[in-house]
Every structure is written in C-alpha cells, then in structure tokens.
C-alpha cells in the first residue's frame, strides 16, 4: 500500500540546530526526525472521536466533556459570611476607638431569610450564613467582645478590618448565572466534579472512551502463569501499557503475545484495527530478522515514519491502519514506557477529545551525578528528583541507562531530558527534569 516518504530532513531554517551542525555526531541517521517534530507530525493526523453519552457525575471523573457547561445558578446564590463573627456596617466602625454594638439577631449557615439590620447594630453569624440586609462586613469573632446583649469591636486595625466587605463573599463572585464554568473538551478532575455538582448538575454529556487495543511481538516473551523456557523472558509491556492507558482512561483490548512471523502479526493487525481507535505495539520495530511490524504496515497500512532521534525508543512507528491510528512501539520495556509518554499519551488524550493540553511542565534541577551523552538526539535518562531544605531542586541519575532496565523506571520519579544540541554534562549544571506524576 501507499507508503508516504517518510519525512523531509530539511530542517526550517528557524531550527536553531543545523543539519550540519547534527551530522557531527557519530550516530547521527538522516532519516530519523526530531522529538518536537514527530509530535508535531502526529497532531495533524489525530481526529478525536466524536460520539458521546449522558453519565453520571460521578461517572465523569476522567471522561473529557461533549458539552459546554453553563451555569444555571449563581455561585454562591447569595452575599453571605466567609467567617464565624459578627455582621457590621463598615461605617459604624472606627480607625482610633473601640466601638460598642447592639446585637439583634443569629444567623446560621442555610437558613432562609436575611435579616435586617440598622446603625450601631450587629448580628451575629456563622459562616455561609446569609448577610444581614444592611450589613456589608464582618468582623471576626476572635477579635470581638461580647457582653450580653452586646459586642465590642476594637479599633480597624486591631480587628484586622482593612477595607469594607472584608469577610463577606458575594453572590456570583465563583459563578454567574448563565457564565460558562466548563469548556467542551475539559477533562473532568476532580475539581471539575466539584464544580459539576455545585451546579446542581447530576448528569453531564461526555466523549465515548477510546478504544485502545495492545499486543506483544516476540518468540521469546512468556505470560504470567506460563513456566520460562531456556531464553525466554515475561512480557512487561502489556502490564506497564495495562496501567498506563487504563489511568488515561482508555478502554483496554489486550490482544496478548504474538509470535514473531509475518501472518500472525497480520492478523493481529486486522483484528486489532476492526476493532480498536488505536492499535499499539511493542517490539519487532528495528531492523532484525524477526521485525516484521513495519513490513506488515507498509503492506495493510500506512507508515508515517518510524526512527526519532531520541534515546531510548529510537525505532518508533506511527502509522495509519485504515481508520486506525497505530503506533509501533520499541520492544525494550524503558523503551515503551518513554514513547508513550512522550508521544502517545498526548496523541491519546487528543482522540479522546481534549482540547487544551498544555506541555507537561518540567523544572531546571542541578544535575548530581554527570552524564555521558553524544549530541544529536534526545534522551531520556531516569532520575530522582529532590528538594532540599535550603529549596534547592537536584536530580541524581539512577544508575545504568540500559533501554531494558526496568527498574530504572521504578526507582526513578523524574525524566531527565537532554535536548539534541546537549552533549556531556557535568556534576552541579542544571537539566530539565520532567515529573512522572502528572503524566498520569
Ligand atoms: P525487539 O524490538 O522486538 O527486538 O525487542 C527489543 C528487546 O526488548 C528484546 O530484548 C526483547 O526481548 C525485549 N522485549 C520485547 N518485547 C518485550 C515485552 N513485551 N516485555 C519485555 N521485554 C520485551
Ligand atoms: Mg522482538
């Protein structure tokens, strides 16, 4: 089938790094593209379903919204206490004495009705009670005196009263009737949840979850429950992919182990494309012998491209099976878990419908270990991140790199992310570190 070339290494000359510059390095390949370019490559291929259902509120937690959600209430519905205290007017109070103010009523939080209130009067109220008609302050009750049927309110300054209104929250001061509180396309967190219900709303339109079907290439992987032959090793990547699509919120279709021939990754294709928005893989994406994703793809589908200059995951393919978005990822467990992060986890959330996805953020640190690294690629070393008392953030890198050190990914709570012009870097410089948590 049709197979696009797969990508122009002319890079735009506003790329700060010259082709030139790259083909220095000693492992520099022409035909493997830059990480921010392959993501952007992806993006413009990706159309987010568009199907939807009704669900419960609850139900919403992690489904991105169909619907644009105004509010039909005001929030709060009513100018009401932020404090335990006492209602004042502003004017009854003053900058160099103590005033003294008649007490005429409680109000507690949800009871209906206002109270109305004259000069040199006070009411006494809790918080969330509604504010007296006439009131427009509120002096706490720990700067207060009371005496029976009275209460004392110390000079401005000492009752901590700085401006008039201080202590009293307003009617639509979070939301207006009528203003937008959610934007189509938002994934519901669990503020979202709490936004939702104090809306009075129970039930909310949502994207259908992504269907994301999953397999391993290779003869010599094993299931759990199965004994090991001579070679042979269990297969993590359907348990690390298990976990880190159902966290995104994916419906799963873990297809198991494929055998390393040319027909059975054919089928697996046919019946994971009928069947799946997405198909992913892992292993037999390199140039071995036994590599026969990407022949299979170029025969039933359509290659995009498959070497990124990064490190690890260097062969990664991304590729259309008819209505099916596939990525073909690296076999090395390190591997799979660093292009998921860094190209498939955004591309899944945008099928999923998600329409603001701002970078993950990353944080300067200074390195405490050196690191070894020729320029002209991206890696993505493991780290453990800290802050020290003083706040100073450092990162120490764990231990050997190698793309099958599982570990590493276990111990680790942070990327290190050294760009392509980066090449070795020393003991007490700064790296950009990105967090794991976040990623989801
Ligand atoms: P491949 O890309 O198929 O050559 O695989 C690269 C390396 O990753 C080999 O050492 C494989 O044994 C290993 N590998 C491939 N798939 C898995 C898997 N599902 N779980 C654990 N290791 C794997
Ligand atoms: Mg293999």
Not at 353 to 376: D, E, H, S, Y
Request: proline letters at 6%; one cysteine or more; charged letters at 20%.
């Amino acid at each position: 089938m049709r197979v696009r070339p797969s990508f122009d290494p002319d890079p735009p000359v506003s790329t700060p790094l010259t082709l030139r510059e790259l083909s220095c390095a000693d492992d520099y390949d022409p035909n493997s593209m830059p990480v921010d370019k392959a993501r952007e490559y992806i993006r413009t291929f990706l159309t987010p379903v568009t199907a939807t259902e009704r669900v419960h509120v609850r139900a919403a937690l992690g489904r991105v919204l169909a619907e644009e959600i105004r509010s039909p209430i005001a929030v709060p519905g009513h100018d009401n206490s932020a404090m335990d205290g006492y209602a004042v007017r502003f004017d009854d109070l003053s900058a160099n004495a103590a005033v003294t103010l008649k007490v005429t009523g409680t109000v507690f939080a949800g009871k209906a009705a206002a109270l109305t209130m004259g000069t040199g009067e006070a009411i006494r109220i809790m918080t969330g009670g509604v504010l007296p008609v006439g009131a427009d302050t509120v002096v706490m009750q720990e700067v207060a005196t009371r005496d029976g049927d009275t209460v004392t309110v110390p000079p401005l300054a000492e009752a901590k009263i700085r401006t008039r209104g201080l202590n009293t929250r307003k009617a639509g001061e979070d939301l207006k009737v009528g203003s937008v509180a959610l934007q189509r396309g938002a994934r519901v967190n669990p503020a979202e949840l709490g936004l939702i219900a104090s809306l009075g709303i129970n039930e909310v339109t949502v994207y259908r979850k992504l269907r994301v079907a999953f397999f391993s290439t290779g003869d010599e992987l094993r299931s759990i429950g199965e004994a090991l032959g001579p070679g042979e090793i269990y297969d993590s990547n359907r348990y690390t992919l298990y976990g880190m699509l159902t966290r995104l919120g994916c419906d799963i279709i873990d297809m198991g182990v494929i055998v390393d021939t040319a027909e059975a990754v054919e089928a697996a294709f046919a019946t994971a494309s009928g069947m799946a928005d997405v198909v992913i893989t892992s292993g037999g994406v390199s140039v071995g012998e036994a590599d026969y994703i990407k022949a299979v793809l170029d025969k039933l589908g359509e290659v995009l491209f498959w070497k990124i200059a990064m490190k690890p995951g260097r062969p990664l393919a991304y590729g259309k099976l008819g209505a099916a978005h596939f990525f073909g990822l690296p076999g090395n467990p390190v591997s799979v878990m660093v292009t998921y992060y860094q190209f498939v986890r955004e591309a899944l959330l945008t099928l999923a419908g998600q329409t603001r996805l701002p970078p993950l953020p990353t944080f300067r640190a200074v390195l405490r270990t050196p690191i070894k690294k020729a320029p002209g690629r991206t890696e993505f070393q493991r780290g453990i991140f800290a802050q020290d008392a003083e706040g100073t953030c450092s990162v120490t890198v764990t231990g050997d790199q190698g793309s099958g050190i599982l570990s590493s990914m276990s111990q680790a709570n942070c990327f290190i992310i050294l760009g392509p012009a980066t090449g070795n870097v020393a003991a007490g410089e700064t790296v950009e570190v990105q967090m794991f948590e976040g990623m989801i």
